[in-house]
């Protein structure tokens, strides 16, 4: 790998950080001409003049006292502190601390998913390319087709309505316990798993088809080249050429497409958090949107944008270091 | 006159010849009669639907199991009736998806075939802004712009054209580059025609295959992030969608009283709509380009978007293997 790309991918990446901040701190200022009024809407019982105290008060607490402009480079200024400013939640807790808090608990559902997504599907999808044409590959062919329309929080509703209200296997929503108790006890991580699997189990299906699919037809394309017919042809075994030449060589869309969905670890679980009470960086945003807590808001897009931007750094790196002929910069 | 006349009744002509084509394709027959069902349930909703689906007075009617009278019954909290309401959803679904899905198709094309075509500062632009859309988190975005400027159908369909375009503008500058060296382009540059000529008569018709089948996927594809944004309470709340639908059944207690109807008949009507939307796609794309029947489009759209990439590494693996090969002493 050539150091002279890295360093230019490294140096984009931190420019492309920079326009994501940038329109972080506008866009949720666009409709917004007082923040303070929108954080304290006006009270019956108050006074025009009492009101404006008030406001004023608030102005002072939270900074905006100032021009945009002043806020956005102390905004800038407190990043390189790691300080997102502070939540508008009763107490002012700090963002960081607020996303230190619940991002462990989407961790856990993010994590699993991809994880069991990844394992099942190459198996499946090795299966398929192995067998293609038959049963085993027809089916995930259709299952495929299905998957996607079939929306994952279709499946978790229909999910915690089978196996958590009729038949009361697992939870339906999440014991909000489990948080606070939790405590590295193998007791707690049982309670953990308990609570975590319907979420886990709907997300990962479109996950475990979706990996399958590319899996599949990643290794039919490989099988294709002619080095795998010369492979053949030199008679090394059915299972040396499936292994040795086929799946190593079929591995790249994959890691492409896990790379790709690293983005989604912190965003993707939205809906499915909503449905299970799941206490996630998800719901912590719709939280956040529900009270007008801008500075929350700000701080969970930045984050989800900054992992989204190393996750492709990671791809592109991972790209040239699998074949370092690919500087993909250069190529454009 | 006479010109224009002629070229509308081609292009009648031709849609219809690709209309029966589809049908006649073993696969698509299925998806067009659910697509032309959906379209007659959406236009003539109010005549086939048996209740009003805003009617939220009935309050002796609570709560009913299905029955001859109320098809899929009633809702738990405000007795409306669910089948209704389900027909009445068709309407926001293939309204959101087939106006997203060909606003994406135009936007995508166009600053896609400008990036490959033109080249130079026009595609260093739309590129950069392809890798800061790619980035920033839609669906934070999407609830902090509802949030801002009200919930609204029309909002949503901005966002989504607005972050949608990225990935069809890629897939369709590199195909452009591709086009942009082969001869017949070449010869056209070569006999002075100008840029636009060559853009929308050499360069479009070539891309044309992928635009289609991208705009029916597309389509299928916002339908269940529709149902999903709705599902989270962002869409029109005055609206009945399939989204809003499953997001009432789970807060009117559907899952506590076993009320399974509730949840299963929006959630039937998202497949339908989205099954046949890329059962078309899928068709599209093997009557449009023959040559890549083999495998699913998702891994074509990939191969062709980095098909340059993949091909050398493919072949860099051919020679590095061999040479191992060579070296241990196997061939």
Known sequence: MKKSFVIKRIIYAIFIFFVVLTLNFFIPRLGVDDPAERYYPPQGNMSEIEYEIVKQVTREQYGFDVSTFEQYINYVEGLFNFDLGVSFQSGNPRVVDLIAERLPWTLVLSVSNLVISLCIGLVFGTIAAWKRGRWQDTTLLNLSTISVALPAFFIALILSFYFGFELELFPAYTNPNMVSNFDWSFEAIKVVLYNAALPIISMSIGGIIGYAQRTRNSVIAVTNEDFILTARAKGLSQRRVLFKHTLRNAMLPIVTAVGMSLSGLIGGAVVIEQIFNWNGMGTLFLEANNTNDYPLMMGIMLFMSTIAILANLLVELTYSLLDPRITVGEKR | ?331
């Open chain 2, 1 to 331: 006159m006479k010109k224009i006349g002629l070229k509308v009744k081609d292009f009648f002509l031709g849609i219809l010849e690709f209309i029966k084509k589809i049908w006649q394709h073993p696969k698509g027959k299925i998806g067009l009669i659910f697509i032309c069902f959906l379209f007659v349930l959406a236009i003539f909703a109010p005549i086939i639907a048996p209740y009003n689906p805003y009617d939220v007075t009935e309050r002796a009617a609570k709560g009913l199991s299905p029955s001859w009278e109320h098809l899929l019954g009633t809702t738990i909290t405000t007795g409306q009736d669910i089948f209704s309401m389900l027909i009445y959803g068709t309407r926001v679904s293939l309204l959101v998806g087939l106006i997203t899905g060909i606003a994406i198709a135009f936007l995508g094309a166009i600053l896609g075939i400008i990036a490959g075509y033109i080249g130079g500062m026009a595609d260093n632009l739309i590129m950069r802004i392809v890798d800061v859309m790619l980035v920033i988190p839609t669906l934070p975005l999407t609830i902090v712009i509802t949030n801002l400027f009200g919930k609204s159908y029309f909002i949503i369909v901005l966002i989504f054209v607005v972050f949608g375009w990225t990935g069809l503008a890629r897939v369709i500058r590199s195909l452009v580059l591709v086009l942009k060296n082969s001869n017949y382009v070449k010869a056209a540059e070569l006999a002075g025609a100008s840029r636009w000529h060559i853009m929308t008569k050499h360069i479009l018709p070539g891309v044309s295959h992928l635009l289609i089948m991208n705009t029916a996927l597309t389509c299928a594809g916002i339908m269940v992030a529709e149902a999903g944004l709705s599902f989270l309470g962002l869409g029109d709340p005055t609206a009945i969608s399939w989204g809003k639908m499953l997001a009432d059944a789970q807060s009117g207690g559907a899952l506590l009283f076993g009320h399974w109807w509730w949840i299963i008949a929006p959630g039937i009507g998202i497949f339908i709509a989205v099954f046949s939307f890329m059962r078309i796609g899928l068709v599209m794309e093997e009557i449009l380009n023959p040559r890549m029947k083999a495998s699913s489009n998702i891994f074509k759209l990939f191969k062709t978007l980095n098909n340059t990439y993949i091909q050398e590494v493919f072949d860099k693996m051919d020679e590095n293997s061999l040479n191992d090969e060579v070296a241990k002493g196997e061939i």
